[in-house]
C-alpha cells in the first residue's frame, strides 16, 4: 500500500498540464445552447401552428397531443442527426441519487431506415425492477415508465439525443424526484397567481425561479484512487488535518491554480453548449475546494441542470486526471460542500415578488409573499430539515462550517425593524388610500431596495435582498427533493392566507386592511424562527431550545417529519405525492442512509486491520529493535519505550473498537424496522465508534514513519495538483 502512495505521488509530480478543449467561437453568445433542441429550435424546425400549439402547451403545462408530439419527434430526429447522433434516450432521475438511461438507436432494423415516432418520444418502458421503490413493487414486478417532459428541452450529450422524463411504476406511483417537484411548481403557481390578483389583474401565472451555487472539491486522479474510503465512500474516514489548512484563509477567493483552471474551462464550454447557464467560479475556503454558480433558471430546468452539470463535471475531470468530490464532507476539520439554492417568485408580467419597490402597493405584495414564506417555513420546519437529510449532510451540518441543524430564517435588520414596526405599532384604524402604507412603516422599505440585508453564512434560510437563499442543501443531493419541499409549504401558506383574506373580506373588511392584518398575525406567530446571529454559537443552541425550535442532528430522526400526520396531509391535499408514495420513499431514504453508513463502516474496518495496524505493527518492531539496541549500548532508551507502548495502545484501542463495530452491525442487521435499524445505524455504528476508531488511526499516522504509512496524505491530497 506504500508503494501505491509514492507511485501515486510520482505520478502526480510527473504530470503535464492539459489544456482546456477550444471553445466554438470566442463569443459564449454563438454557442450557448448549441445541443439543446429548445424553442428555438423548435421555431425553425416545426410547422408554425405546431409550434405555436406545442410553445403554448409548455407555457401552460398542458399535455401535447400525440400529432403534435409526432411532429416535434421526427423534428428532434433531423435535427440530432445533423449532429451525427445516431440514439436516443429517456433521461431520468430515479431515487438512487444520480441520474439514468438506457439508449435506443434510430435505426429500425424491420424497415431499415432511421425513425422516431411520438410514443416513442413520450413513454418508454425501462426496467424498473432494480432501481428503489421502497415496497411498492416486487423485485419480480420489473415493469415501470418513464414520460416525456416537454418544459424541460431535450439535449444532446456524448453522441445521444437525451429527453428529461419523469419516471413512474406500473400502478402510477413516481419514483423519480421530478414529478413530485413538477407538482409542488403546479401548486405554488396557483396559489401565488391567487394572492398576486388582490394586487395585480393581469398576473395570471407565476414561475419559480432558481439558481443553484455548487461546490465541490478537486483532486488528482492517482491520489484519490490510492485513497480506498475515497473511491469506496466518496469521504476519506482517516486522516490527520496538515499543519496548514484552511486557517489563512489563502485559498478563498485566490488564484485558480492553472490545472483547475483548465478543467473549470473545459466544463463551462461543455455545459454552455448544452444551455446550461454557468456564471461564476471561483476558490472556495478549504484548500483545494472550489465553487460554480450559474444564473437563475425557471426551477425545474434548473434542477435538471444542476444534476447534468454534476455529471459534466465528473466526466471533464477524468480528462484532466483530477476528480471532482461532491460529497459534503470529503475531509474532517475542513469546510464541507454544500449546494446553496436561490430561490425566488415572478409573475408573468415579469415581477419579483421578493423584489421591494418605490411603489407602495408592491411593497405590500412583497411584504406578503416575504411575511408568509417566512410563515411557510416556521409551520414546517421540520419538514424542511427532513428535506436535506442526508448521511453525508449529516457530517456537514452544525460543523462550524455549515448551516446548524436549527432551521431559522435570516432576514438582515433593516427588514426586521419594518416587520417590527408593522406588528407592534400598524394601526388599522386609518383612513383608506396611499397614507395606510405609511402609516404602517412600509414607506421605509423604498430605502432599502438594493442589498437590504447583510450576508449571514451561518443561516440555512437567509434573505439575500431579492431571494431566499436556502443554504443547508447537502452538495451531493438533488435540490428536486429540498426544492419540492419549500415550494409545497409555501403554496399552502399562501393559499391558507387567502382563505384568511376573503373571509375578512367577506366580513365587509377593506382588502388592504384584512391584508395587512393577516400578516401583522403570521409576524407574530412566526417570529421565533427569525435570527440574525452567528448560527455556529454555542449560545444558538441554547437559545433556540427557549425558542422551541428543533434540532435534529441525525437523518433517521430528521426523516419522520415525513410522516407525521401534519406532512402527510400537506402532501395529500396538493396531490404532491400519495401516503404509499411518501412512506415508500421514505423507507428508500433510511434504506440508502444505512448503506452508506455500512459502507463507511466496512471501509474502516478494512483501511484500519489491513493497512494501518500491519503498517504500525511493522514499525513498532523497528523502534523495538532500536530500542534494545538502545539498552545494549547502556543508553536511555526511555523515550522510545514510551513510544512504542503509545504505538500499542493505539492498535490495541483500533482491533477492539473495530471487532465490536463488527458484531454491532451483525447484531442491528437482524432488526426488522427500517427506522429502529437506521437509528441504530446511527446511534450504535455510526456516534459509537467512527471518531474514537478514526482518532485513533490518524494518531499512529503522527507516530509512524511518513515513509512507511500506507495512505495518501491530506496535505498530498489537498495541496498536490
Known sequence: MAHLRFKALDQVSNRKEIKALPAPSDKISEYFGQDVFGIEQMKSTLPHEVFKEVSTAIAKGKKINLAAAGAVAVAAKTWAMSKGITHYTHWFQPLTGSTAEKHDSFFDASSGIETFKASALVQQEPDASSFPNGGIRSTFEARGYTAWDPSSPMFIYGRTLCIPTVFVSYTGEALDNKAPLLKAIEAIDNASARVCNYFDRNVSSVKVSLGVEQEYFVVDKALYNARPDLVMAGRTVFGHNPARGQQLDDHYF???????????????????????????????????????????????????????????????????????????????????????????????????????????????????????????????????????????????????????????????????????????????????????????????????????????????FAFT??????????????????????????????????????????????KR?????????????????????????????????????????????????????????????????????????????????????????????????????????????????????????????????????EISGYINSINTDVNAMVQERKRINKIEDVKERSIAYCDNIKEAYFDKIRHAADKLELLVDDEDWPLVKFRELLFLR
Not at 464532507?329 to 454544500?338: E, I
Not at 443531493?477 to 429540498?482: G, I, R, T, W
Request: aromatic residues 6%; glycine residues 6%.
Open 513 to 645: 386592511i384584512a391584508i395587512v392584518k393577516v400578516l401583522r398575525r403570521y409576524i407574530t406567530e412566526s417570529k421565533s424562527i427569525r435570527f440574525e446571529g452567528d448560527g455556529y454559537s454555542d449560545e444558538w443552541v441554547k437559545e433556540a431550545k427557549k425558542r422551541g425550535l428543533s434540532n435534529i442532528k441525525s437523518t433517521p430522526l430528521a426523516i419522520s417529519a415525513y410522516l407525521s400526520k401534519e406532512s402527510r396531509e400537506l402532501f395529500a391535499r396538493f396531490g404532491v405525492m400519495s401516503e404509499v408514495e411518501n412512506e415508500a420513499r421514505q423507507e428508500i431514504k433510511l434504506e440508502s442512509y444505512m448503506m452508506k453508513i455500512q459502507i463507511e463502516a466496512r471501509v474502516m474496518g478494512d483501511l484500519a486491520l489491513n493497512h494501518i495496524i500491519p503498517t504500525a505493527v511493522a514499525y513498532q518492531n523497528k523502534l523495538i529493535q532500536n530500542a534494545n539496541g538502545l539498552k545494549g549500548l547502556g543508553i536511555d532508551n526511555s523515550d522510545v519505550v514510551k513510544d512504542i507502548k
Open 465 to 510: 435582498g431579492n431571494k431566499f437563499e436556502f443554504r443547508a442543501v447537502g452538495s451531493n443531493d438533488n435540490c428536486a427533493s429540498p426544492m419540492t419541499v419549500l415550494n409545497l409549504i409555501v403554496a399552502d401558506q399562501l393559499t391558507k392566507f387567502a382563505d384568511e383574506v376573503d373571509e375578512l373580506i367577506s366580513k365587509g373588511e377593506e
Open 254 to 460: 485566490g488564484s485558480i491554480p492553472s490545472r483547475v483552471y483548465n478543467f473549470m474551462k473545459d466544463f463551462e464550454i461543455q455545459s454552455l453548449k448544452l444551455g446550461i447557464p454557468v456564471s461564476t467560479r471561483h476558490n472556495e475556503v478549504a484548500p483545494s475546494q472550489f465553487e460554480v454558480a450559474p444564473l437563475y433558471e425557471e426551477i425545474n430546468v434548473a434542477s435538471d441542470h444542476n444534476q447534468l452539470l454534476m455529471d459534466v463535471m465528473s466526466r471533464v475531470a477524468e480528462r484532466h486526471d483530477l476528480k471532482v468530490l461532491f460529497h459534503e464532507k470529503p475531509f474532517a476539520g475542513l469546510n464541507g460542500n454544500g449546494k446553496h439554492n436561490n430561490w425566488s417568485l415572478i409573475t408573468n408580467t415579469g415581477v419579483n415578488l421578493f423584489q421591494p419597490s418605490s411603489s407602495a402597493r408592491e411593497n405590500l405584495q412583497f411584504l406578503t409573499f416575504f411575511v408568509t414564506t417566512i410563515k411557510a417555513v416556521h409551520q414546517h420546519a421540520d419538514l424542511l430539515r427532513a428535506s436535506i437529510a442526508t448521511s453525508g449532510n449529516d457530517h456537514r451540518l452544525g460543523a462550524n462550517e455549515a448551516p446548524p441543524a436549527i432551521v431559522s430564517v435570516f432576514i438582515g435588520s433593516q427588514l426586521t425593524n419594518v416587520l417590527d414596526e408593522l406588528e407592534s405599532k400598524g394601526n388599522l384604524n386609518v383612513e383608506k388610500g396611499d397614507n395606510m402604507y405609511m402609516k404602517l412603516g412600509i414607506d421605509k422599505i423604498p430605502e432599502i431596495i438594493l442589498d437590504n440585508t447583510d450576508r449571514n453564512r451561518t443561516s440555512p
